[in-house]
């Protein structure tokens, strides 16, 4: 039988790195009415509690609000750096 070489850092924080890519990507698409109608939710009316998008990907609440966290500072910092992006938002924000 071949052995595996043991996982180096590196590896372990790109497969972390990745699900919580995929597990974010999971909540953006919970907002789209036609993904919650394929996957069999409910239509959304107000928000949904921390604790049902949990269940939904299998994770605790507490990982979610974590992952919801990092997301909104990634698109903060986006915001922030890209001239373009935030001269559109403001545009946007002072119709």
């Known amino acids: 039988m071949p052995r595996l070489s043991p996982s180096t850092p590196a590896d372990r924080a790109r497969r972390v790195a ?6 974010a990507i999971t909540l953006s698409l919970l907002e789209v009415p036609m993904f919650r109608r394929k996957a069999g939710l409910p239509p959304r009316f107000g928000g949904d509690s921390l604790a049902v998008c949990g269940r939904v990907l299998g994770l605790s609440r507490e990982a979610v ?6 997301a909104l500072r990634k698109l903060r910092a986006a915001c922030c750096s890209d ?13």
């Open 18 to 23: 990745a699900r919580h890519t995929e597990q």
């Open 65 to 70: 609000r974590l992952i919801e966290l990092r």
């Open 83 to 95: 001239p373009e992006l935030r001269q559109a938002l403001t545009h946007l924000f002072n119709k």
